[in-house]
């Protein structure tokens, strides 16, 4: 018993400092439970399952986080670590249900790439999607990779002159073929890997890291769409510690309510300055009193880099725009 009428001391708003906290990466999220890697690219890199201690609130944790662990961090049988703090995120991947969803999800954090997986056919491939996926990646701030998958069922000459007035980087896989191109591409860095079911994404993260072993099915034959094998993101490191992969599940949408049209504009430097000079206060460039055309009929921008831009911020206003 403690002495007073109250029988206890009050509670204190100081925390504990944590200054014993090792550092670990986020790698899968289970249910409440968190696999992190302690000691990453050291011979005693081990595996921490991990919960979320109640003062981080309602701040969420997510795959490719860095965060700080107390309690058993030795990785045996039954071992159960806390996580009281997570560092400040260099890039956050988000999206939303749909795009009058107020509420954004992280999918993944600390990632620099974004790998848009579309198979050339089998299913067929959505421009749409490809277009709003671009958008979350230049809101994130990351670099967009676009992998063109089952080359041996279709060209891909046709999807890639559609996205070349953008200069995004692209790769061509063809099943059972060669990953090298794609492995230049990942290499030394995180990169995050997006799509649609069945378009091939769990078959790449096989080849690339072969002790992977991700579930993979076939393409429904009457709706031409795939079924999901992933249930949830999950990072691995490829082959020699040359980077990581994150595997993500197929999406059937991606809501982008929590994109501003700044953040997509400012991935195309030629552009955005005539946007600076020429555009009426918050014009969202797809109305007539746009000042980007006649940025564009002066020559400083070419044509079709206007229209690829207003075809993502069409994307983000919800508006289906043909390639």
């Known amino acids: 018993m403690r002495p007073g ?9 100081r925390r504990p400092a944590h200054e014993d906290a090792v550092g670990g990466l986020v790698t ?22 991990a919960m979320r201690a109640r003062e981080l609130g309602r701040k969420g944790v997510v795959v490719g986080d860095r965060v700080a662990l107390v309690g058993d961090t030795s990785g045996g049988p039954d071992s159960l670590a806390r996580i009281v703090r997570v560092e400040p995120r260099s890039s956050s991947l988000r ?17 620099g790439q974004l790998v848009i997986v579309t198979a050339l056919a089998d299913p067929e491939p959505r421009p749409r999607m490809i277009d709003r996926c671009l958008v979350a990646a230049y809101d994130a701030g990351m670099e967009p990779l676009l992998c063109l998958t089952k080359a041996d069922l279709a060209p891909p000459d046709t999807l890639v002159a559609a996205y070349a007035p953008l200069g995004v980087p692209y790769v061509v896989t063809a099943r059972g073929g060669d990953t090298g191109a794609l492995r230049g591409h990942l290499s030394g ?17 096989n080849a690339l890291v072969p002790d992977a072993e991700r579930a993979v099915s076939r393409v429904n034959a009457v709706t031409g769409r795939g079924r999901h094998t992933s249930s949830s993101a999950i990072a691995l490191e490829l ?7 994150i595997d993500t599940p197929g999406v059937r949408s991606f809501g982008l309510a929590h994109v501003e049209p700044e953040n997509v504009i400012g991935a195309f430097e030629d552009l955005a300055e005539g946007a ?32 690829s831009l207003r ?12 390639v």
């Open 311 to 322: 075809r993502l911020l069409a994307s983000r206003e919800g508006e289906a725009e043909p």
């Open 189 to 205: 860095r995180t990169s995050v890997l997006v799509g649609h079911s069945g378009v091939g994404k769990s078959t790449l993260v």
């Open 5 to 13: 009428r109250r029988g206890s001391r009050p509670r204190t708003r």
């Open 95 to 111: 999206r939303t249900a749909d795009d009058s969803d107020p509420f954004e999800r992280i999918i993944v954090a600390n990632a």
């Open 276 to 307: 600076a000079e020429r555009c009426p206060p918050h014009c969202d460039h797809l109305q007539e009193s746009c000042g980007l055309d006649g940025w564009v009929a002066e020559g400083h921008a070419s044509r079709a880099r206007l229209d």
């Open 28 to 49: 899968a999220v289970d249910r409440g439970r968190y696999r992190c890697l302690v000691g990453e690219g050291t011979p005693g890199a081990r595996a921490v399952t």
């Open 239 to 245: 082959p020699d510690g040359d980077g990581w992969i």
